[in-house]
């Protein structure tokens, strides 16, 4: 069955500090994985997503997240935070690759302080 | 495109009232999902749609949920009847040939 484990339920940074969300997925096969963002009230965005091409990703916002397969993670990172950046942030895992069904992790609220 | 259109915003509505949530997916898209989203269980799939056919209906919580999609450019999503422990925030999304789904901004629903 497949997984995913967001390991902080909360991240505060300062502004123009670098971000670190974790996430370690559990898969029989080569998933696709996504990460989502969701700022207060609104609804679910993309940020990224891998799906077996290179293994660092880069998304929108200035976000990349690398995929290990030796330690079964995919880190979302940012280089430096802007208070925009404040939200929920979701790692996602797709079971299979012909349907876009989505199994997502509890999510990570990212705080950034000025 | 106008993305996924989920109707209405916000509902209010007293137990045991029936409950209707609506969602026009993106034009073309071949899937279609509703997601549940509550502070206690995060994000859960109650069902999807593929070209229009339930295909997994194994998150919808009871017999009182039910989700239709007559046409592929439209999906209803009844409570009948609601509970207070039903409010939550529900969200349509829709996606093509297994690419990743694009949300709709979701319909908060409060059961009083």
């Known amino acids: 069955a497949q997984s995913v484990t967001q390991l902080d339920s909360h991240v505060s940074v300062s502004e123009g500090t670098p971000v670190l969300l974790r996430c370690n997925y559990s898969s029989s096969y080569s998933p696709s994985l996504f990460w989502y963002v969701q700022h207060p009230n609104k609804g679910l965005q993309l940020l990224l997503k891998?799906?077996?091409?290179?293994?660092l990703v880069k998304g929108i916002n200035g976000f990349e997240a690398e995929f290990k397969k030796s330690e079964t993670s995919f880190h979302l990172t940012k280089p430096s935070a802007h208070m925009s950046d404040a939200a929920e942030y979701f790692c996602?895992?797709?079971?299979?690759?012909?349907?876009?069904?989505?199994?997502f992790g509890q999510g990570t609220t990212l705080q950034v302080k000025p | 495109d106008a993305g996924v259109i989920q109707s209405p915003r916000h509902e209010v509505t007293e137990m045991g009232q029936e409950v209707t949530l609506r969602c026009k997916p993106i034009?073309?898209?071949?899937?279609l999902f509703w997601y549940r989203q509550t502070m206690m269980r995060g994000l859960e799939l109650l069902i999807y749609f593929n070209n229009n056919v339930p295909i997994d209906d194994s998150g919808m919580p009871e017999d009182r949920f039910s989700a239709k999609m007559p046409n592929a450019s439209f999906s209803t999503l009844k409570i009948q009847p609601s509970e207070p422990r039903d409010s939550a925030v529900y969200f349509c999304?829709?996606?093509?040939?297994?690419?990743?789904?694009?949300f709709g901004q979701g319909t908060r629903l409060t059961v009083v």
């Open positions: 891998y799906t077996s091409a290179a293994t």
């Open positions: 996602v895992v797709s079971p299979s690759s012909n349907t876009g069904k989505l199994i």
């Open positions: 999304a829709s996606s093509l040939g297994g690419r990743q789904p694009f």
């Open positions: 034009s073309g898209h071949n899937s």
